[in-house]
């Protein structure tokens, strides 16, 4: 009985292990967005002046945040960075870390900022030809552009981001 138990056993698992390998796909996961063909290599710029009096202040320094939730990765300054093919990138200085973050917008919305200060940049890098806005507190268009745009942004100002 306990012979007769272990094959099926090892049958049921053996049929469960063919199951699998037959549904599941390549194990090479798809490209993400950043490191698509149409990826265009930049390059951060240096830290900003005060950065290293703002990174002392420690824990009263607040990390940029956005909402709803935006791919974003950290980068040295004067490091490179891609942007990929339909993404709107951002980059603000990260007082935390000490390092730029590049957040990358690739689904239409609009996003609200927290905490972006000083000046950072932006590419665009989208497909379509959208329009991109960014909006003061008031709900004011400060900026408007279509890709291929990029250019410096005094972010104080800056309350939201719609892409498209």
Not at 8 to 26: D, E, I, K, N, Y
Not at 28 to 38: E, K, L, N, S, T
Not at 123 to 145: A, E, L, M, R
Not at 155 to 162: A, G, K, M, Q
């Amino acid at each position: 009985m306990r012979t007769k138990r272990l094959l099926l056993g090892l049958a049921a698992a053996a049929a469960s292990l063919a199951t699998a390998v037959a549904t599941t796909g390549s194990a090479q996961a798809a490209v993400p967005a950043d490191h698509a063909p149409a990826a265009r290599i930049l390059k951060a710029p240096p830290a900003p002046a005060g950065a290293e009096t703002v990174s002392a202040l420690g824990a009263a320094a607040t990390s940029p945040g956005i909402s709803p939730y935006a791919r974003s990765i950290h980068v040295p300054a004067n490091s490179d960075f891609p942007c990929g093919s339909g993404n709107l990138c951002t980059m603000v200085w990260d007082p935390t870390k000490s390092m730029w973050e590049v957040f990358y917008l690739y689904d239409c919305n609009r996003y609200y900022l927290s905490d972006w200060l000083g000046t950072g940049k932006y590419f665009n890098n989208q497909t379509g030809n959208p329009t991109s806005y960014f909006y003061d507190g008031g709900g004011n268009v400060i900026n408007s552009f279509r890709p291929p745009a990029s250019g410096s942004q005094n972010w104080d100002p800056v309350w939201s981001i719609r892409n498209c």
